[in-house]
């Protein structure tokens, strides 16, 4: 067999045509192991000196400018960056705020800016190590970190707020999550305390599946995984499902990149009629 | 310690990430069906973080390989050989019909060699391996390595000089 024949058939294999579906096996593949308990969980032991928070804080145009975005009502909570780490190294970069909560409960102003420094100190820590390793590998990489945060609804009563996520390594992963803060009563308003019982768990689920049967009927280039036959298909939500409350007093679930559906789909939410958990809600001082 | 599994892993997803392709075409070449080709890069993947049985995050290259190797193979002892043809293979082999004196079918030829010498092929001429590195990915010496590629070479040759005479 002469090279010509042989140069033939590699031409052949390298043709083989790659189906859509591999970048989603693969990231699904990849996304059991890297749950995002794992992404976030922070060593107690680690030695916490080691992040460098640049010390032009105060002065940056950045911090400026969300100072004048900070929502104020009245002096009961208060929402403002409190530090932005930077890391600036060619294909490397780094942005992180940190929001910091000010309230009168101070117990659950500690307890909401401890855990978000830790998160970002993880993201720091997370992106410092795989910056070396990339760089022992002797790969050029690219690599970026986006955090920061964003006030959902800001009303007399509630404040929700996201903090985001953007990791970008040749492809880009969001991940998003929510706090919402009851202002009056000062308190930390989680999705099971919105509830009677778990019951909630599946009406919900079930509302949410509804949805994206009806938004897959009209839009063809919608996806969600729901069908059987999809590899990891949504089923139910989690007890702690991420969500907010909107400015109409419904509930908004909120699902990563990945979740439930194709990555270019990107962060999902899906509103829930008041009237779907109606029976089950603990009171109608929430959602409405 | 705390910090050097994750980063283990998050190497081993980049590279993952990055190389996707190509491992996916590897074990098309031994399953020749899409879906069994993805399975079989879904369970690469699986095995790869729970098995941590990379030692030197120089060797990922070949580590790898060989763990979508023996996860073809382990999927064609099981599978015995019940060739599974889905419709755009059929496609491709029927219009290829009509220009066949110059197209070689891969398929086919690849099809035509027993697994050891088809793995030698493929990571030799298409993967464009070194002979050191096949042996490593196989588990076999080099001499061995170049043995195969002979005896494979030379099934093709015969196979495709039929082929021609048709």
Do not use: C
Request: proline share 2%; no cysteine; hydrophobic share 40%.
């Amino acid at each position: 067999m002469n090279d010509k024949k042989l140069e033939q058939l590699k031409e052949q294999y390298k043709e083989i045509p790659i189906p859509l579906e591999l970048n989603r096996v693969v990231y699904q593949a990849l996304e059991k192991r890297n749950s995002r308990k794992s992404l976030y969980r922070w060593g107690v032991g680690v030695a916490a000196a080691v992040i460098i928070f640049s010390t032009s804080i105060n002065v940056s145009s950045a911090f400026a400018k969300s100072l004048a975005d900070v929502p104020v009502v009245g002096d009961i909570v208060e929402v403002l960056t409190f530090k932005k780490i930077a890391v600036d190294k060619g294909n490397y970069q780094a942005d992180l705020d940190v929001q910091k909560v000010q309230m009168d409960n101070k117990a659950l102003e500690e307890g909401l800016n401890l855990k978000y420094l830790e998160e970002s100190k993880a993201l720091y820590e997370k992106f410092m190590s795989e910056m070396k390793a990339q760089k022992a590998f002797g790969e050029d990489g690219h690599l970026s970190v986006d955090s920061g945060f964003e006030i959902k609804t800001d009303t007399e009563q509630l404040l929700s707020m996201g903090r985001y996520v953007e990791e970008t390594q040749g492809s880009s992963m969001t991940t998003l999550q929510y706090d919402t803060i009851d202002k009056q009563n000062q308190l930390f308003v989680t999705l099971p305390s919105l509830f009677k019982n778990d019951t909630y768990i599946e009406v919900i689920s079930e509302s949410i599946k509804k949805q994206m049967k009806q938004q897959m009927e009209e839009d063809s280039s919608k996806i969600y995984w729901i069908e059987s036959s999809d590899m990891d298909p949504f089923t139910s939500i989690s007890k702690d499902q991420d969500f907010y409350i909107n400015a109409e007093h419904q509930l908004v679930i909120s699902f990563d990149e990945f979740e439930v559906a194709p990555g270019y789909m990107g962060v999902v939410e899906f509103v829930i009629p008041t009237e779907v958990v109606q029976d089950i809600v603990v009171s109608d001082e929430y959602l409405k | 310690m705390l910090r050097k599994k994750p980063r283990q892993e998050e190497i081993i997803a980049e590279y993952m990430i990055q190389n996707k392709e190509r491992f996916y075409r590897l074990a098309y070449s031994y399953v020749q069906n899409p879906d069994d080709a993805l399975d079989i890069v879904q369970d690469s993947i699986h095995k790869a973080i729970t098995s941590k049985t990379l030692k030197d995050e120089k060797a990922i290259k070949s580590w790898f390989y060989r763990i979508v190797v023996n996860t073809s193979l382990d999927f064609l002892r099981r599978k015995k050989k019940v060739t599974v043809v889905d419709d755009t293979t059929i496609q491709l082999q029927m219009s290829g019909h009509q220009d066949h004196y110059t197209d070689i079918d891969l398929h086919q030829s690849l099809n035509e060699l027993l697994p050891e010498y088809r793995s030698v092929v493929v990571l030799r001429y298409f993967e464009d391996l070194k002979l050191e590195e096949v042996a490593e990915i196989l588990d076999l010496n080099v001499n061995t390595v170049k043995t195969r590629l002979y005896k494979a070479l030379k099934i093709l040759r015969v196979q495709m000089d039929s082929e021609e005479a048709k």
